[in-house]
């Protein structure tokens, strides 16, 4: 760019007169045509400065400093030296030298020239600093003669992200009246892409070049994945020289990388031009096959998909299929699943119990129901001995206790019927997931209100039934619900509880099974809650949560980190809950119910934030899915929430809602829902002259919710803001009186 059309931006000028007045070198980075030379250049207009370039990969000129007449030495593509000589020079000169030393790199400062770089206090710059602004922009647009509105410059700034090259490309194809739009845009981007072909791809040796035209179509990826695609084993190597050359790559740390959105488009735009589409094809199953082997289903499905690879996305969804929906990714995988042909899942019988399962937890039972049925007459169809046979009566098996829109009804009879099969005809049932990875048993993956109004009887009754169909799976289980719905009731004293479930931890951690663990462990947390020691339970939430990670059990890590919300509400640290609620799942996009216990803390999070509008639209969405698939003891914490939010924004039906839910505990003798809501729900039993359930569960609940709301008095309240800040005369008085206090 000549110099009259250079346009003075003035967040670089500024940091470049602060450096040379503090006597400080500066270090200048941009990505190519952020215009770091021209900004160097025109700041240096009337000052007189020595200028020494390193593009050849080395300084063709390094004087000695006594013969610098200049005050200033710039030295510019300071990212292509490799040469040592050069290297020492220039760290000399910025380590002693009284001249202002401006030097300018594509990448972040290399790291022969790094300690110096600390020693010497080097003021940093970057593209921020270099970005045109809108005002810089209007300058640079009237230079060209080009007058458009406003809100064109304001697009046109941040398309281009005050990339100053990109703003001349556009400008180039507005001359002559043209609008501002989505085509001269690209227009400008394929000029931009010429340009950077002569600036740097042309530079690049062919193993570079092979390294990033193999990663550009991923948003981010790993050391190892780089190497599987290359074949390079020197792939650390290569990158590390990338970061050196220019702001390619962002590092994320643990050996994952992604490219920076400009390059990334350029280097997929080269590859459509250099490489084949069989090269393409065979990088993307190679991708593929990089993330099976990590386990990441989604991102394998998405790239055999995208290679052409049928049979592997058909093999794929078969074994996700062979999962529970708690490990298996049913609901993230949906859509492959959904563009199955028909004939392809008719013929296995994995995929028909699979859409039967993925329907179910969608909130379409019927369609689930069609899935079941179809199954059954494929099992019907086919003569005894037949292997497809066997494997459909153990996935109807599977079914008939798994299904969540079923509830528990007959669920134990099956459950007996199914462990004689299970000795008698020596078969092994799919993994089924009790907790459906919540910290509950009584309430995971399925409800079992109605046990717990047995719950010792049924314990004996259920013990060799449960322990032969779930084998492993049930390692633990008697105990843990057992200690579950004692503690619910209020008829087992924490001592009791918290033995039951440790030990209930030991049986299922040593079997290896860490859902279970997690049921144990939110429970514990529960006890310690009530105990008034939320302090005990943070911490034990926190280490399972290190526990699962280095586990690998992802599947889990969302709902301990809304259990860790749920406290962290408790402790009225909503600045905490609302980190959180911002990646919580969206309803509105998509429900799910395996999101449930995500979703009962969104509301509490939306009550807490004072969104009552929202709040009240998530519960009702949740009454309709616990009514439908009889989730006894969601709905009853549900209708609680409920309540709260009518009596707290002067709704009189509370008492009524109120009213059908403590009825409800009453049937079963559940004290600790309404107690666990504490000062949020005192309140409203407080307004009681004649509750609706008789005296004595009605003091039960009155007791547990006092007790709460005394350990924890800022749950769900208001944010308080000051209007005003406090003055200092003020403060200071309020210290005095507290220290004479004191």
Same mark, same amino acid.
């Given at each position: 760019m000549a110099e009259k059309d250079y346009i003075k931006v003035g967040a670089i000028y500024k940091k470049l007169k602060a450096a040379e007045e503090n006597h400080q070198p500066i270090y200048i980075s941009g990505a190519v045509g952020f215009g770091k030379t021209a900004a160097v250049s025109y700041y240096f207009r009337r000052k007189p400065h020595l200028y020494l370039s390193g593009e050849k990969g080395y300084l063709e000129n390094r004087p000695e400093e006594a013969a610098i007449k200049q005050s200033a030495v710039v030295i510019d593509d300071i990212s292509w030296i490799m040469d040592r000589e050069s290297q020492e020079y220039i760290v000399e000169l910025a380590k002693s030298s009284e001249k202002f030393v401006v030097i300018i790199g594509r990448g972040r400062i290399p790291s022969w020239l790094r300690l110096v770089s600390v020693e010497q206090n080097f003021v940093?710059?970057?593209? %921020?600093? =270099?970005? =045109?602004?809108?005002?810089e922009t209007v300058k640079f647009l009237e230079r060209q003669k080009i007058q458009i509105s406003d809100a064109e410059v304001k697009s046109i700034t941040t398309d281009t992200f005050g990339h100053p090259l990109s703003i001349l490309f556009v400008t180039d194809h507005m001359k002559g009246g043209f609008p501002y739009s989505q085509e001269v845009l690209e227009a400008a981007r394929r000029d931009l892409f010429h340009y950077y072909d002569h600036a740097f791809y042309e530079k690049w040796?062919?193993?570079? +070049?092979?390294?990033?035209?193999? @990663? +550009?179509? #991923?948003?981010t990826f790993t050391v190892e994945m780089a190497g599987i695609l290359t074949g390079n084993d020197r792939i650390e190597h290569l990158l590390e020289y990338t970061m050196s050359l220019g702001t390619f790559m962002i590092y994320h740390g643990d050996g994952v990388y992604s490219y920076r959105q400009a390059l990334q488009k350029y280097m997929k735009w080269k590859q459509a031009l250099v490489c084949s589409k069989d090269q393409i094809l065979e990088n993307y199953e190679k991708a593929a096959s990089y993330f099976e082997s990590k386990g990441e289903i989604e991102q394998a499905l998405k790239y055999y998909e995208k290679a052409g690879n049928k049979k592997k996305v058909s093999r794929l969804l078969i074994e996700n299929a062979e999962q529970h929906p708690g490990t298996g990714h049913f609901f993230e995988t949906k859509d492959y699943y959904l563009r199955l042909p028909k004939e392809t899942i008719l013929a296995s019988p994995v995929l028909m119990s699979g859409m039967s399962m993925l329907y179910s937890i969608t909130l379409q039972?019927? /369609? !689930?129901?069609?899935? #079941?049925?179809? =199954? @059954?007459?494929?099992?019907? !169809?086919?003569?005894? &001995?037949?292997?497809?046979k066997r494997e459909a009566k153990i996935r109807i098996a599977y079914l008939d206790i798994a299904l969540p829109h079923r509830g528990i009804h007959g669920v134990m009879g099956i459950l007996k019927n199914l462990s004689i099969l299970v000795m008698n005809k020596n078969i092994r049932l799919p993994e089924f997931s009790v907790t459906s990875n919540l910290p509950s048993i009584m309430n995971g993956g399925l409800d079992f209100c109605e046990w717990s109004r047995n719950d010792k009887e049924l314990s004996v009754l259920m013990k060799k039934p449960i322990e032969v169909v779930l084998g492993k799976y049930g390692a633990g289980l008697i105990n843990?619900?057992?200690? /579950?719905?004692?503690? /619910?009731? &209020? *008829?087992?004293? *924490? #001592?009791?509880? @918290? *033995? %039951?479930l440790n030990t209930g931890y030991m049986k299922a951690d040593t079997a290896g099974k860490i859902e279970m663990c997690f049921a144990a462990i939110g429970l514990l947390a529960k006890v310690h809650v009530y105990e008034g020691q939320i302090g005990v339970a943070k911490e034990s939430v926190q280490n399972f949560k290190e526990k699962a990670i280095n586990e690998q059990a992802s599947q889990l890590v969302p709902n301990i980190e809304a259990l860790e919300t749920k406290i962290a509400l408790l402790q009225g640290k909503n600045d905490i809950a609302r980190e959180w609620f911002e990646k919580a799942p969206n309803e509105n996009i998509s429900f799910c119910v395996l999101y449930r216990y995500q979703y009962m803390q969104k509301i509490r999070c939306l009550m807490a934030? %004072? %969104?009552? /509008?929202?709040?009240?639209h998530l519960i009702e969405r949740l009454n309709l899915y616990f009514t439908q698939y009889d989730r006894t003891y969601l709905w009853m914490e549900n209708q609680t929430l409920k309540a709260i939010v009518q009596y707290q924004t002067g709704n009189k039906e509370w008492k009524t809602t109120l009213n059908n839910v403590l009825r409800k505990m009453e049937s079963y003798h559940f004290i600790r829902i309404a107690g666990m809501e504490g000062i949020a729900l005192k309140p409203l039993l407080d307004d009681y002259q004649e509750p609706p359930v008789s005296e004595e569960f009605f003091a039960l609940l009155k007791k547990e919710v006092g007790r709460m709301a005394k350990h924890y008095p800022n749950y769900l309240r208001e944010e308080k803001k000051l209007k005003e800040p406090i003055s200092d005369e003020i403060m200071s008085k309020y210290v005095k009186k507290t220290e004479e206090e004191e």
């Amino acid at each position: 760019m000549a110099e009259k059309d250079y346009i003075k931006v003035g967040a670089i000028y500024k940091k470049l007169k602060a450096a040379e007045e503090n006597h400080q070198p500066i270090y200048i980075s941009g990505a190519v045509g952020f215009g770091k030379t021209a900004a160097v250049s025109y700041y240096f207009r009337r000052k007189p400065h020595l200028y020494l370039s390193g593009e050849k990969g080395y300084l063709e000129n390094r004087p000695e400093e006594a013969a610098i007449k200049q005050s200033a030495v710039v030295i510019d593509d300071i990212s292509w030296i490799m040469d040592r000589e050069s290297q020492e020079y220039i760290v000399e000169l910025a380590k002693s030298s009284e001249k202002f030393v401006v030097i300018i790199g594509r990448g972040r400062i290399p790291s022969w020239l790094r300690l110096v770089s600390v020693e010497q206090n080097f003021v940093l710059a970057d593209e %921020r600093e =270099l970005a =045109l602004t809108e005002k810089e922009t209007v300058k640079f647009l009237e230079r060209q003669k080009i007058q458009i509105s406003d809100a064109e410059v304001k697009s046109i700034t941040t398309d281009t992200f005050g990339h100053p090259l990109s703003i001349l490309f556009v400008t180039d194809h507005m001359k002559g009246g043209f609008p501002y739009s989505q085509e001269v845009l690209e227009a400008a981007r394929r000029d931009l892409f010429h340009y950077y072909d002569h600036a740097f791809y042309e530079k690049w040796d062919s193993e570079l +070049c092979e390294l990033l035209l193999s @990663v +550009c179509q #991923y948003p981010t990826f790993t050391v190892e994945m780089a190497g599987i695609l290359t074949g390079n084993d020197r792939i650390e190597h290569l990158l590390e020289y990338t970061m050196s050359l220019g702001t390619f790559m962002i590092y994320h740390g643990d050996g994952v990388y992604s490219y920076r959105q400009a390059l990334q488009k350029y280097m997929k735009w080269k590859q459509a031009l250099v490489c084949s589409k069989d090269q393409i094809l065979e990088n993307y199953e190679k991708a593929a096959s990089y993330f099976e082997s990590k386990g990441e289903i989604e991102q394998a499905l998405k790239y055999y998909e995208k290679a052409g690879n049928k049979k592997k996305v058909s093999r794929l969804l078969i074994e996700n299929a062979e999962q529970h929906p708690g490990t298996g990714h049913f609901f993230e995988t949906k859509d492959y699943y959904l563009r199955l042909p028909k004939e392809t899942i008719l013929a296995s019988p994995v995929l028909m119990s699979g859409m039967s399962m993925l329907y179910s937890i969608t909130l379409q039972p019927e /369609e !689930s129901e069609d899935w #079941y049925d179809a =199954l @059954v007459r494929f099992e019907k !169809s086919l003569p005894q &001995g037949n292997p497809y046979k066997r494997e459909a009566k153990i996935r109807i098996a599977y079914l008939d206790i798994a299904l969540p829109h079923r509830g528990i009804h007959g669920v134990m009879g099956i459950l007996k019927n199914l462990s004689i099969l299970v000795m008698n005809k020596n078969i092994r049932l799919p993994e089924f997931s009790v907790t459906s990875n919540l910290p509950s048993i009584m309430n995971g993956g399925l409800d079992f209100c109605e046990w717990s109004r047995n719950d010792k009887e049924l314990s004996v009754l259920m013990k060799k039934p449960i322990e032969v169909v779930l084998g492993k799976y049930g390692a633990g289980l008697i105990n843990i619900a057992l200690a /579950e719905s004692g503690f /619910e009731k &209020g *008829t087992m004293d *924490t #001592y009791e509880a @918290v *033995t %039951r479930l440790n030990t209930g931890y030991m049986k299922a951690d040593t079997a290896g099974k860490i859902e279970m663990c997690f049921a144990a462990i939110g429970l514990l947390a529960k006890v310690h809650v009530y105990e008034g020691q939320i302090g005990v339970a943070k911490e034990s939430v926190q280490n399972f949560k290190e526990k699962a990670i280095n586990e690998q059990a992802s599947q889990l890590v969302p709902n301990i980190e809304a259990l860790e919300t749920k406290i962290a509400l408790l402790q009225g640290k909503n600045d905490i809950a609302r980190e959180w609620f911002e990646k919580a799942p969206n309803e509105n996009i998509s429900f799910c119910v395996l999101y449930r216990y995500q979703y009962m803390q969104k509301i509490r999070c939306l009550m807490a934030f %004072r %969104r009552y /509008e929202e709040a009240i639209h998530l519960i009702e969405r949740l009454n309709l899915y616990f009514t439908q698939y009889d989730r006894t003891y969601l709905w009853m914490e549900n209708q609680t929430l409920k309540a709260i939010v009518q009596y707290q924004t002067g709704n009189k039906e509370w008492k009524t809602t109120l009213n059908n839910v403590l009825r409800k505990m009453e049937s079963y003798h559940f004290i600790r829902i309404a107690g666990m809501e504490g000062i949020a729900l005192k309140p409203l039993l407080d307004d009681y002259q004649e509750p609706p359930v008789s005296e004595e569960f009605f003091a039960l609940l009155k007791k547990e919710v006092g007790r709460m709301a005394k350990h924890y008095p800022n749950y769900l309240r208001e944010e308080k803001k000051l209007k005003e800040p406090i003055s200092d005369e003020i403060m200071s008085k309020y210290v005095k009186k507290t220290e004479e206090e004191e």
